[in-house]
């Protein structure tokens, strides 16, 4: 059974970076797209980006140019960093694999606050 | 790009079937069989009830169906049971620049 869980810092303050990490475990990293997702207090699920084993990523058009996935394959891990943060960026991020068309296993999910 | 559209609410009462809507255009839901659909109870992660327009994962009760015609996706869950009260996203693929995208969610509620 794979399971994911997310790490990082719950408070970030604003303009700096947010950075997270995800762990896998009971599976390899070495295949599929490791993804992050988020979603604002009271909002829907927004996709941030995925990443492949390779290092290959893609972005949603909207946080492309903040963030940026990152893949540790001999950790089983990978990582989002988002700069230049807003109040708007303040969400429970979750991270998740995504699995012939749809995401199939997420982490719990982490709430990350962005305030001063 | 901006998210598929929703409903933002539906309701129904228990035994009968509701239809959650999700339109896209021609650059994703159009063209792509990518379609995957999330039931998310508050606090928690979501979970896969659809993927692929149509498939239902192994687990997943078969009162939940997909289907698609043009740019629009739909969700139906008939037989309503009160534990299906939840928030209910499509999801899916958009050719240019192989990202995804999420619709804005819909509020089902169990009478």
């Known amino acids: 059974q794979v399971q994911l869980q997310e790490s990082g810092p719950g408070l970030v303050r604003p303009s700096e970076t947010l950075s997270l990490t995800c762990t896998v475990s009971g599976g390899s990293i070495s295949s599929s797209y490791w993804t992050w997702v988020r979603q604002p207090a009271g909002k829907g699920l927004e996709f941030i980006g995925r990443i492949y084993s390779s290092g290959s990523s893609n972005y949603s058009p909207s946080l492309k140019r903040r963030a940026t996935l990152s893949i540790d394959t001999s950790k089983n891990e990978f990582s989002l960093k988002l700069s230049s943060v807003t109040a708007a960026d303040t969400a429970v991020y979750y991270c998740a694999r995504y699995e012939l068309g749809h995401f199939d296993y997420w982490g719990q999910g982490t709430l990350v606050t962005v305030s001063s | 790009q901006s998210a598929l559209t929703q409903p933002a609410s539906v309701s129904g009462s228990p035994g009968q079937s509701i239809t959650i809507s999700c339109t896209g255009t021609s650059s994703d839901v159009g063209s792509f069989d990518l379609v995957s659909w999330y039931q998310k109870y508050p606090g928690k992660a979501p979970r896969v009830i659809i993927h692929?327009?149509?498939k239902r994962p192994s687990g997943v009760s078969n009162r939940f169906s997909g289907s698609k015609s043009g740019n629009t996706a739909s969700l139906t869950i008939s037989g309503l049971q009160a534990e299906d009260e939840a928030d209910y996203y499509c999801c899916s693929y958009v050719g240019i620049r192989s990202y995804l995208i999420f619709g804005g969610g819909t509020k089902l509620t169990v009478l």
């Open positions: 692929e327009v149509s």
